[in-house]
């Protein structure tokens, strides 16, 4: 089992495995013996989820059991993650989903990232003083974006499904649940209390997550009828009776009467888009990522361009020189994401520049090994000259190879905390992933450039990044995770863990993580690491801060002709299991 311990043993298993710098096995082709004692992945023969939630993964299993592939449970886990997880899993956010199709080998990406409202400008949530205005893009009807998962898990099914499951049959694990309720019990008894004052503002909400003057408590059942009867509703008639007809009227209202100005006819003009992913390699792997308007893939590649110059296998996992030259490669590539990153339709992305190798030879060459560069020694690159022409992720692979790494949020924990009266729907505010203002940075720090501008039906960029790793055309590694800005640097490394540190799956996504996103200038830092290391680091000039953990990558590996899945131990309720 992944989820064995508490996170400070997880973390510190994780980190007490010997780097493997000498001629290490291929990942994923070294035995795991009965007998190991460091700690280890699940193993199954068939097919494998892992996800954020225990009963979401065990749904998607049943749909691999039942004859599904791996598109099919993906879709039933993010229709049931949106009763099981709502503080993340939702039907009224949006996401991304790259599907890779074993047969074709081909791998493609789904865009169902939520869309401004054809009434959003440019200088919605700017304040009388001419500055952002956080708690209109936070709290407000203004901050909800077009939703986009229910069109974009539709469109997975119809376009890759296997054919065998109906959307009913995809749908009828989480209606169930809804209906039925589901005990109050871990990490839902942890963020309930937590959102007590962004919930209780709601009449609609303090109906449903509330008994009384405080929400429910641990032990206690959330039942969700009228998020029930829309399930329901979705499963028997299509996408079109979530985006059209009462459900839709009642959205919009509850929308507009927050303060938005999102309408039905916004709701009726919603679709997903279909994109090329974004590719790279990192040392004879290959990366496939999401495009933008997602940042992730972009910068994640950009970002192992950078380290493969180095050899991080021979500085050693959690080591001060292989922590500082990570910090280091990821400050330009957030530089980057400032001033080039934005939706594609409305703005030109530079992709190819930003992940050639020749670019990260450049970056590269500004680093310091034993320095750490002050945020304002580091600008945006110039990529044009190498151009030519609180969310929650889940991994799912099936017996045939098929695979699917899907990523999708409602913004912050609960997202407005607003339930469309009569849904069940709970609301995004994803509108502050938008630039307010060119300089200005949103609820993650992050800093906005001009490309991310608010405009009628523009998507907003995002961070989410979920990945696969090839290697020979063989499907190595599925990942992803949630955590804002710290996503692409969370799965950089989850990634780095399994290639160059030869960490199983487990102790890949247990390990401890840095982040450092340029601005604000810190170098972010889980516990778990070693006070030495810590201490190297700040010798060396990073503003080290240490505080609690994030992300939670919940992945699939092949190991040894098995699949291996690891859920993230940062998050109570976690599983991976298989068949």
Same mark, same amino acid.
């Given at each position: 089992m992944t989820r064995t311990g508490s996170l400070a043993l997880a973390l510190l298993l994780a980190v007490s495995a010997p780097a493997r710098a000498q001629a290490p096995p291929a990942p994923g082709t070294a035995p795991i013996q009965a007998d190991d004692e460091r700690m280890l992945p699940v193993l199954a023969s068939h097919g494998m989820v892992s996800s954020q939630e225990a009963r979401a993964s065990r749904v998607g299993v049943e749909i691999l059991r039942q004859g599904g592939n791996a598109v099919d449970a993906a879709v039933a886990v993010g229709f049931a993650l949106a009763v099981t997880l709502p503080r993340a899993g939702n039907l009224g956010g949006g996401g991304f989903m790259m599907v890779h199709l074993a047969a074709r080998n081909e791998t493609v990406a789904i865009d169902y990232r939520e869309t401004a409202p054809a009434a959003a400008t440019e200088t919605m949530f700017l304040g009388p003083d001419g500055e952002p205005d956080r708690a209109a893009s936070t709290r407000t009807g203004k901050a909800v974006g077009v939703p986009g998962t229910v069109r974009g898990l539709a469109e997975a099914h119809r376009l890759y499904g296997s054919g065998r499951l109906s959307l009913v049959d995809l749908i009828a694990p989480a209606e169930r649940l809804a209906r039925e309720g589901i005990p109050v019990e871990a990490g839902l008894a942890d963020s309930l209390p937590r959102a007590s004052g962004l919930l209780g503002q709601w009449p609609s909400s303090r109906a449903i997550f509330f008994s009384g003057d405080r929400t429910l408590q641990r032990g206690e059942t959330l039942v969700q009828r009228d998020l029930a009867d829309t399930l329901r509703a979705v499963a028997e008639g299509g996408p079109d009776a979530f985006y059209r007809g009462p459900v839709a009227a009642r959205i919009a209202a509850a929308v507009q009467g927050a303060g938005g100005v999102m309408t039905e006819a916004d709701l009726a003009a919603y679709r997903p888009e279909t994109r090329l992913p974004v590719r790279g390699t990192y040392r004879g792997y290959d990366i496939v990522s999401m495009p933008p308007p997602s940042s992730g893939g972009v910068h994640l590649i950009e970002i192992l361009n950078v380290l493969e110059g180095f050899d991080l296998a021979g500085m050693g996992a959690g080591s001060a020189a292989a922590l500082h030259t990570l910090a280091e490669a990821?400050?330009?590539? @957030?530089?980057?994401?400032? !001033?080039?990153? %934005?939706?594609?339709? *409305? !703005?030109?992305?530079?992709?190819? %520049?930003?992940?050639?190798?020749? @670019?990260? +030879? &450049?970056?590269?060459?500004?680093? +310091?090994?034993?320095? #750490? *560069?002050? &945020?304002? #020694?580091?600008?945006? %690159? +110039?990529?044009?000259p190498f151009e030519h022409t609180e969310t929650t992720h889940f991994s799912v692979v099936d017996a045939e190879g098929n695979a699917v790494s899907n990523t999708y949020t409602l913004n912050f924990s609960y997202g407005i905390g607003l339930v469309a009266e009569g849904t069940g729907v709970l609301l995004n505010n994803e509108m502050d992933d938008f630039s307010a203002k060119t300089g200005a940075r949103n609820a993650y720090g992050l800093v906005g450039g001009a490309a991310n501008a608010v405009a009628p039906g523009a998507r907003p960029l995002s961070s989410m990044t979920p990945t696969f790793v090839f290697r020979d055309g063989r499907l190595l590694l599925v990942t992803g995770s949630p955590g804002g800005s710290r996503i692409i640097t969370t799965v950089l490394q989850v990634i780095v863990n399994v290639l160059d540190f030869r960490m199983n799956l487990a102790e890949a996504v247990a390990a401890p993580r840095i982040h450092h996103q340029w601005q604000p200038d810190v170098l972010l830092a889980e516990e778990g690491l070693s006070p030495d290391t810590l201490a190297i680091l700040r010798s060396r000039g990073h503003k080290v801060k240490v505080g609690p953990s994030s992300g939670s990558a919940n992945s699939v590996m092949r190991v040894d002709g098995l699949l291996a899945g690891a859920s993230d131990p940062r998050q109570r309720g976690t599983l991976a299991d298989g068949y």
């Open positions: 990821m400050k330009p590539a @957030y530089a980057d994401r400032a !001033t080039w990153l %934005g939706d594609p339709a *409305r !703005t030109r992305v530079p992709v190819k %520049g930003l992940i050639a190798k020749p @670019y990260a +030879d &450049a970056l590269r060459a500004a680093i +310091d090994p034993e320095r #750490a *560069r002050p &945020a304002e #020694a580091v600008k945006a %690159g +110039d990529p044009l």
